[in-house]
């Protein structure tokens, strides 16, 4: 059973960045394609891309590739997402789930607020 | 980018009571629809993938219909662990989400 945990709430200030952890326990996770989505307040889903964890191939939403990476530590079975130039628009929770089309397994969320 | 409209925004039902919630889309995305159960504070779950399989390990009161741009999900006879938050999600055209369907106690 995949089990994903992420690293805890974040505050931060408009132009910073954030930087969220996705921990797996399964031994497979060099076959994983790891996606990031967020939940804004009132908002329904929003998909933010995708990686390819054995070969390092990412795909990002086009509103935010210019913004965002996501990176795998296969070492430590970890993914983390970096956003940048943090706006209160990014106030949300992110999740991390495995799938690149279809979302199998999910982490619990983490609230990340933007606030000045 | 391919748009999904669920409907109703929310859904009134009583435990026992079958639920029927909608996804639309603005253009055909064949049979590349899932549909997902949110509850605060828990991980989101796959209920439902191509439209109409079930994930692994969902009951058979839930279930998915529909192609091209109209879907349906079905839960036959609600639980009191069904009352939640639904997305709808296509990967015909890149990746999108429906706003989001709440099942609420009536």
């Known amino acids: 059973q995949v089990q994903l945990v992420q690293s805890g709430a974040e505050v931060k200030k408009p132009g910073s960045s954030v930087k969220v952890s996705c921990k797996s326990s399964?031994?497979?996770?060099?076959?994983?394609?790891i996606s990031w989505i967020r939940r804004a307040p009132g908002q329904g889903l929003e998909w933010m891309g995708s990686?390819?964890?054995?070969?390092?191939?990412?795909k990002y939403a086009q509103n935010l590739q210019d913004r965002m990476t996501i990176i795998a530590d296969l070492s430590t079975t970890t993914a983390y997402m970096e956003l940048s130039s943090l706006r209160s628009e990014d106030t949300a929770i992110y999740y991390c789930?495995?799938?690149?089309?279809?979302?199998?397994?999910w982490g619990q969320g983490t609230l990340v607020t933007v606030s000045s | 980018e391919i748009v999904l409209t669920q409907s109703p925004a929310t859904l009134s039902l009583s435990p026992g009571e079958g639920a029927t919630l909608s996804c639309r889309a603005s253009q055909s995305v064949g049979s590349d629809l899932a549909w997902y159960q949110l509850k605060p504070g828990q991980a989101p779950r796959l209920l439902i993938y191509d439209a109409s399989n079930r994930a692994t390990g969902i009951p058979a009161r839930v279930s998915g219909s529909g192609s091209g741009t109209n879907f349906t999900l079905t839960i036959s006879s609600l639980e009191p662990e069904d009352f939640a938050v639904y997305y709808c999600q296509q990967r015909n055209n890149w990746l999108t989400f429906g706003g989001g369907t709440k099942v609420e106690i009536k």
């Open positions: 789930a495995v799938g690149g089309t279809y979302f199998d397994h």
């Open positions: 990686l390819i964890a054995l070969h390092g191939i990412t």
């Open positions: 399964g031994d497979t996770f060099r076959t994983y394609t």
